[in-house]
């Protein structure tokens, strides 16, 4: 659904690039550009990304974005999943609204949530709360079958159809409430939620399998709320590990 802003020492995060813009070229390689006139503003935007990885790393664990997500970030035109009064802002470094009350969130929460999940190519995938599909064209981008669920029926038609047409084929999506996932699809690999609920659903966490990863933001509605890390190990057992806070719009449904 979306991600508001990143919280630090209770302020948003200023970008200082410090030289770095146009030298994280060498990440994306010119070889995985989309073609298209917004090449530069995406790789002025994985440029951000990195340095920002680099500054808040020691909330998330990581200093660094795995490569193989940079090199998505540098594809996908993300200027495709924003309304076209906001096209020439589709690569700053903040949430975009999406309309319904739903944002596309920022780019650096996009790709610390995707690096947290370790994604591989051939894993399966369940998002919760589609939005516009940028987050779903990402994971799909990493060679995962992407599951995904959006309760607002026009964002969830509108993403269906636009990522029909921008050609991301493993994605599979469906209108619903999010909370009791996707059974007849999983398990899981790899979990993530898109919007902040007031616990970790336990059917989630019942369809991740041993040794998947959730990501998942839990608290109080438009409140500053903690990103969780839920880890199932091999015996079944859950670990659960506070990230860095965040605020996202809330999830909906009868179990939120």
Do not use: C
Not at 100 to 123: E, N
Not at 182 to 201: K, L, M, N, Q, Y
């Amino acid at each position: 659904m979306g991600f508001l802003t990143i919280m630090t020492n209770g302020q948003g995060w200023r970008m200082n690039l410090r030289g770095t813009a146009f030298a994280i070229a060498f990440l994306v390689g010119s070889s995985v550009l989309a073609d298209d006139d917004m090449s530069r503003e995406r790789q002025a935007m994985v440029a951000e990304i990195v340095a920002m990885a680099r500054d808040f790393g020691a909330g998330t664990g990581r200093d660094t974005v795995d490569p193989r997500i940079l090199g998505v970030l540098g594809r996908v035109p993300r200027h495709e999943f924003v309304p076209l009064s906001f096209r020439l802002s589709a690569y700053e470094n903040r949430p975009q609204p999406i309309g319904h009350g739903q944002t596309i969130s920022q780019p650096y929460i996009v790709a610390a949530m995707t690096d947290l999940l370790r994604v591989d190519a051939g894993d399966t995938v369940l998002e919760i709360g589609t939005g516009s599909g940028y987050q779903a064209a990402v994971l799909a981008g990493l060679g995962a079958r992407v599951f995904s669920i959006e309760i607002v029926e026009p964002l969830a038609k509108e993403a269906a159809e636009r990522l029909r047409r921008l050609g991301y084929a493993t994605v599979a999506t469906k209108i619903g409430d999010g909370y009791d996932g996707w059974p007849e699809r999983g398990p899981f690999d790899a979990i993530v939620v898109t919007a902040a609920a007031s616990h970790v659903p336990p059917p989630l966490v019942r369809q991740l399998k041993p040794g998947g990863r959730m990501v998942i933001p839990v608290g109080a509605a438009f409140q500053t709320q903690q990103l969780l890390l839920v880890e199932k190990r091999d015996d079944g057992g859950v670990t659960t590990r506070q990230v860095m806070p965040v605020i996202f719009v809330p999830l909906t449904g009868i179990r939120r």
